[in-house]
């Protein structure tokens, strides 16, 4: 008889930031499936027996394929495996979740679903930055800078109109750009902004900046991925952390 598959959210980094929920599924564990971002502190709370598959290796700098994971999750799940696919944040922000499972389904195993502190707001509050505050922002916008098949998805005119709060996710490398379009479109280059890197670990750095800056200061400080690009008043609040 086929095992069953938890699509499990591991949190944003901090290994106490997982739920009660994914902590016990690690613990039944016959085969953890972890991604990059997963804090390895995780792993150490799987049975000594616990198969463990990294499919967040970059061999010569390609990211494994969809198809491949979903291969391996169908596959440990055939061989009767309680199967944890422990994924960054929550798995069904931007972590092809929702793909994964789909293919479960197709594929006729049982898949339950715990999700997870996502990043874009848990990984905000460890900065002190409220994604949402009655006086600053009463709606969050929660989007991608990554390019699909080299596409922009997004209408930026659009994006730079809404008063609410930004987060950007895996738009790092983009970072410039997404700041000089959202001015041309309209958005204040005096907007308060941050760049969160490492949110809720130990390593975790912040840069505040208006946005007309906030390239040039994420730079400067030697921020890179994996980090939170936020947009809005709630972020001028992170101050009040250092007083
Ligand atoms: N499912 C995840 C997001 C996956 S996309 C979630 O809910 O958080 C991966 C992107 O998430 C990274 O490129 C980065 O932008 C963001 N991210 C995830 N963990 C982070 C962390 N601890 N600090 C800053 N950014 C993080």
Same mark, same amino acid.
């Given at each position: 008889?086929?095992?069953?598959?938890?699509?499990?959210?591991?949190?944003?980094?901090?290994?106490?930031?997982?739920?009660?929920?994914?902590?016990?599924?690690?613990?039944? %564990?016959?085969? *953890?499936?972890?991604?990059?971002?997963?804090?390895?502190?995780?792993?150490?709370?799987?049975?000594?027996?616990? *198969?463990?598959? #990294?499919?967040?290796?970059?061999?010569?700098?390609?990211?494994?394929?969809?198809?491949?994971?979903?291969?391996?999750?169908?596959?440990?799940?055939?061989?009767?495996?309680?199967?944890?696919?422990?994924?960054?944040? #929550?798995?069904?922000?931007?972590?092809?979740?929702?793909? !994964?499972?789909e293919a479960l389904v197709r594929a006729g195993?049982?898949?339950?679903?715990?999700?997870?502190?996502?990043? %874009?707001?848990?990984?905000l509050a460890r900065a002190g930055i409220p994604?949402?505050?009655?006086?600053?922002?009463?709606?969050?916008?929660?989007?991608?800078?990554?390019?699909? !098949?080299?596409?922009?998805?997004?209408?930026?005119?659009?994006?730079?109109?809404?008063?609410?709060?930004? *987060?950007?996710?895996?738009?790092?490398?983009?970072?410039?750009?997404?700041?000089?379009?959202?001015?041309?479109?309209?958005?204040?280059?005096?907007?308060?902004?941050?760049?969160?890197?490492?949110?809720?670990?130990?390593?975790?750095?912040? *840069?505040?900046?208006?946005?007309?800056?906030?390239?040039?200061?994420?730079?400067?400080?030697?921020?890179?991925?994996?980090?939170?690009?936020?947009?809005?008043?709630?972020?001028?609040?992170?101050?009040?952390?250092?007083?």
């Amino acid at each position: 008889m086929s095992g069953k598959v938890w699509l499990v959210g591991a949190g944003p980094g901090d290994p106490k930031l997982i739920t009660l929920m994914g902590m016990e599924c690690l613990h039944q %564990a016959d085969a *953890v499936v972890y991604d990059r971002l997963v804090n390895p502190l995780l792993l150490a709370q799987a049975p000594a027996d616990c *198969v463990l598959i #990294d499919v967040g290796k970059r061999a010569d700098h390609h990211p494994i394929p969809q198809e491949q994971i979903n291969s391996i999750l169908i596959e440990q799940a055939r061989l009767g495996r309680n199967v944890v696919r422990l994924k960054g944040g #929550d798995p069904f922000v931007f972590g092809r979740g929702g793909e !994964e499972a789909e293919a479960l389904v197709r594929a006729g195993i049982t898949c339950e679903v715990v999700p997870g502190i996502t990043s %874009a707001i848990g990984g905000l509050a460890r900065a002190g930055i409220p994604v949402t505050h009655r006086d600053f922002a009463s709606s969050f916008h929660v989007i991608t800078g990554h390019l699909r !098949e080299g596409k922009d998805p997004h209408n930026w005119q659009l994006l730079a109109q809404l008063d609410g709060t930004l *987060v950007i996710l895996m738009g790092m490398s983009r970072l410039a750009e997404i700041c000089q379009t959202l001015i041309a479109h309209g958005r204040r280059a005096d907007t308060p902004a941050a760049v969160v890197m490492n949110a809720s670990h130990p390593e975790q750095r912040m *840069v505040l900046a208006p946005l007309g800056e906030l390239s040039e200061q994420a730079t400067l400080a030697g921020l890179s991925a994996p980090s939170l690009i936020v947009i809005g008043e709630v972020t001028s609040l992170a101050l009040l952390q250092s007083l």
